[in-house]
């Protein structure tokens, strides 16, 4: 294990030089955050609760997603699809490592600096917009959340592995990345809660996985799921980090035959 | 140590489709074409040798390495490194061997080299005394202590191949894969490393497989060469050996007392003349009598007998195997 903290090290270290760049890529997003804040005051100025969701809540809902959306967010990760298609996974597959937990270090280890400088920020929020922040009453609930947060980190991290393998069979990724950076928000609960949508496309978006990523923890923080529902949602979620691990350990298999180690 | 036999690989590259049009189709029927890297090679590397692998652009050198060092699975064949079979990349395996190419680098670029010599370090469990040891023996055997804790991205290309080379030896592996760890480096560089390596092999008992088209590199370091060509062996002994079964000739100077005659042509090959000094390239068993002619009929100043260097065999025998392969010979 010691070589994977070693690695998480490392990366922190070479991405510290980018603080800056972390300042202002969250910046960016806080300032849409801004944005849809404003509109549902607006929207909630007419109507004092929409599908279970109070202003707070709902405001809380895109405070977190927020925050949470780079930490349990599914990307194309594009330096696994350039390792394969460049050679330089030969690198990693010399020498006696786990590529897969390789590539888990160095998401954490870059997510590690940048979930604190977004804390910050969320924090910064929450005080200019203290009276709208919604705070757990029950005093389980954030130990809930913060499970729900670890196994969303996880099935992000599987996510975003598998994904990226893809990069064995397809020479370019473009129809992998729409499905990445437009659907899965979209399912996850990133641009809308997911009770928001038509009832049929609700239900279908809360039994596919990626609900896991963000509803469902956002769902928690909010307490609006009795605790026989969060157990059961633990159980299903913790079934398919086990399928996409059965998954990504076949996709491997497969893929790395395929390797054609270029250059050199 | 090291066992080949008869190796294939077959790499299938698909041909990209123009547009979308062109894409759809490509998911139906992809088009492609097949190149035979390795046509059934066999060999064997005994433990402690230290064998150059040599062969013209494209022969195949390097996917053979890749196969070795277990990054590359073949199409058919067998292959036993240390006893393992290596594409399955069994973490003892892979603790037992490296593999350095001139091209590709594992360091971190932004952070000193001694960090991911720190991760080495853990990623193969060394222990503190020894790695400390073979980091203070590599680093002063290559005169780089001091370029330790500076970032990669600083370090001349002679400085990186340095760090790559301890990089790849801290763990002291019993097979070293090297494919041209001297490229684009200057002289003085190549020598260096030249030099470090035969110390190493003799000191280690490393069993070491070398690529370099550096002739210089092979002359001085391998005791055995396989010469690899569109995929197969053609040759596998010593470089005399090569040499000699490859060229038949011997070069020789001569000086005369007074200006080249004119007939020198007649004698063997002319290579170069100038005022009083001629080259001739002349069949070994021809050597005594042209010599004793040229005395015979001349005032000989001084006549010179060598071997062709070895350069120049070597790219004649690419050369001529080029050649066959255009239908000129
Ligand atoms: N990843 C790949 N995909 C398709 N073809 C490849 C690939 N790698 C190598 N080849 C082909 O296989 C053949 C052997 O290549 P290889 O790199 O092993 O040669 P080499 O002997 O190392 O040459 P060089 O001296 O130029 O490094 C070449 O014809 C090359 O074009
Ligand atoms: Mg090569």
């Known amino acids: 294990m010691g070589k994977y903290r070693k690695i998480i090290y490392n ?7 980018y603080r800056l760049n972390h300042l202002i890529s969250f910046l960016c997003v806080a300032i849409p955050l801004l944005a849809i804040i404003f509109l549902w005051r607006t929207v909630y100025q007419s109507i004092p609760s929409i599908k ?16 949470l959306g780079d930490l349990t ?4 990760w594009w330096e696994i699809t350039s390792d394969i298609r460049d050679g330089n996974l030969s690198n990693y597959l010399l020498r006696p490592l786990s590529y897969q937990l390789y590539f888990f270090s160095t998401r954490l280890g870059a997510n590690i600096p940048y979930s604190l400088i977004g804390a910050g920020i ?7 917009l203290a009276p709208d922040f919604y705070i757990p009453s029950n005093p389980l609930t954030i130990p809930l959340f913060l499970i729900s947060l670890l196994l969303a980190m996880l099935l992000a991290l599987q996510f975003t592995y598998l994904f990226s393998l893809s990069a064995f069979w397809l020479e370019e990724s473009s129809s992998v990345n729409l499905f990445v950076d437009i659907f899965i928000p979209l399912m996850a609960g990133n641009l809308l809660p997911l009770d928001l949508f038509p009832t049929f496309i609700s239900r279908l978006f809360k039994a596919l996985p990626f609900n896991y990523l963000l509803y469902f923890p956002i769902d928690i923080y909010l307490e609006r799921l009795p605790f026989s529902s969060i157990f059961r949602g633990f159980l299903v979620e913790m079934v398919w980090i086990a399928f996409l691990q059965l998954l990504i350990a076949v996709v491997w298999r497969r893929g790395i035959r395929r390797y054609t180690a270029v250059g050199g | 140590m090291i066992e080949v036999r008869n190796l294939w690989k077959i790499y299938r590259t698909y041909e990209k489709e123009e547009g979308l049009i062109g894409s759809l189709k490509a998911l139906f029927k992809r088009k492609y074409r097949d190149v035979e890297a390795l046509k059934g090679v066999s060999f064997t590397i005994e433990e402690g040798e230290f064998v150059g692998y040599i062969g013209p652009n494209g022969a195949g050198k390097t996917t053979t390495l890749k196969i070795l060092s277990g990054i590359l699975y073949p199409t058919k064949g067998e292959a036993k490194v240390l006893g393992f079979i290596p594409w399955e990349r069994k973490a003892e395996f892979l603790k037992q061997i490296s593999f350095v190419m001139g091209q590709k680098h594992q360091l971190w670029w932004d952070l000193p080299a001694l960090e991911s010599f720190l991760l080495n370090k853990e990623i193969y469990e060394i222990p503190s005394h020894l790695f400390y040891a073979n980091l203070e023996e590599l680093s002063s055997l290559l005169a780089v202590e001091d370029l330790l804790k500076v970032p990669v991205r600083n370090l001349s290309l002679g400085e990186r191949m340095k760090m790559e080379l301890i990089a790849s030896l801290l763990h002291s592996p019993r097979v070293l894969f090297l494919d041209e760890p001297t490229i684009g480096l200057d002289v003085v560089a190549q020598k260096e490393i030249r030099d470090f390596l035969k110390r190493f092999n003799k000191e280690h008992k490393t069993t070491i497989m070398l690529t370099s088209h550096y002739v210089r590199d092979i002359e001085a370091l391998c005791e055995r060469v396989l010469v690899l060509h569109r995929g197969e062996i053609i040759f596998e002994g010593s470089i005399k050996e090569l040499t000699r079964r490859y060229s038949d000739d011997k070069l020789l100077t001569i000086t005369f007392e007074e200006r080249v005659p004119d007939e020198i042509e007649s004698y063997g090959r002319l290579l170069s003349r100038d005022e009083g000094k001629a080259t001739l390239r002349v069949g070994r068993d021809k050597v005594a009598d042209v010599a ?29 195997l080029g050649r066959e392969e255009d239908g000129e010979i």
């Open chain 1, 11 to 17: 990366v922190i270290q070479e991405t510290s030089a």
């Open chain 1, 122 to 128: 969320t924090i910064i929020f929450i005080i200019f």
């Open chain 1, 73 to 76: 967010g599914v990307v194309l």
């Open chain 2, 292 to 320: 004793r002619a040229l005395l015979e009929s001349y005032s000989v100043k001084d006549i010179v007998v060598e071997e062709i260097p070895i350069e120049d065999v070597i790219r004649e025998i690419f050369l001529s």
């Open chain 1, 52 to 67: 279970g969701y109070n202003e707070a809540m709902m405001i809380t809902y895109y405070i977190l997603s927020t925050w």
